[in-house]
């Protein structure tokens, strides 16, 4: 079967190996479980964005922006819920080292934090006196600082919060754990988007239009940005590594064949593919052991049990 036709067969029954798994270079092999298949969890949604994974709970938190609202899946229930509602139109999420929970939010123009006690806390809003344009995806560093993009999407529309001009450039921020202070780390990209780091942190790579920078990490900060992968037809969104240091980048816009997620090898060559019937917006690992990749695609969220381990996430 043709990998964009994967999804034209009733799905109650697939066939191993999964015709939606494609193996492009033999290094993915042995990352594919034999037995198992890509699963719809849930639909319903209308454009679904990041998904982040609370193991102390056995749930995972996701967005629905234009729905202003964040919802939960229950690992042992299956069922989806309202988490929070309204969510500020959130974006992407991750925790940071004490397990809290960071949400970027159109609405607000801000990056903000989820005390224990439910509390929320507005992280950064504004830079120089002026507001942010709308951030998109955040991750965390290990010396605990947060860094998020600020691309505009969110401000650009009415369909994920409220349209308005961009007072600032579209820079890539980190907010200093000890002071609070944000300061733009990367200038010049035309729309930074999914963020994250290498396992060792050694790297830092970038989602911008049409392809992902990557930027080497010297004394905490990234020099020597450099395109790392171009993806076409479509393009990139969210991003997320494994333990061994393989980038999983979600995919869209490009059609049937290209929609889904694609991996690669740190060295940026193409080694596998998970074909959706949807545009994939961003992804997260997830599970008890990690090993469960998580994909929020367009108004649905996927799963599919990988041999490979989520890296930087509590």
Known sequence: MEHGRAWETDRTIVRFPDPAIEIVDERFRSLVVGHEVVERLWTGGRWLEGPVWFGD?????????PNDR????????????????PSGNSNGNTRDRQG?????????????RTEHDGRVSVLMDAYEGKRLNAPNDVTTHSDGSVWFTDPGWGIAFHYEGDKADEEI???VYRIDPATGAGEPVITGMERPNGICF?????????VDVGHIK??????????DGRVFVEMSPGGPDGIRVDTDGNLWASA?????????VHCYHPDGTLIGRIHLPETCANLCFGGVKKNRLFMAASRSLYSVYVEALGAQQP
């Open 57 to 65: 709970g056995r749930y995972l938190l996701f967005s629905d922006i």
């Open 70 to 85: 964040m919802l939960r899946w229950s690992e042992s229930t299956g069922r989806v819920d309202e988490f929070r509602r």
């Open 100 to 112: 809290r929970l960071v949400t970027c939010e159109h609405l607000g123009r801000r990056v903000t």
């Open 169 to 171: 450039p579209r820079h």
């Open 198 to 206: 290498s396992p060792d942190e050694s790297r830092l790579y970038v």
């Open 214 to 223: 990557v930027f080497e990490m010297r004394q905490g900060r990234p020099v």
């Open 252 to 260: 869209g816009d490009g059609g049937p064949g290209f929609d889904g």
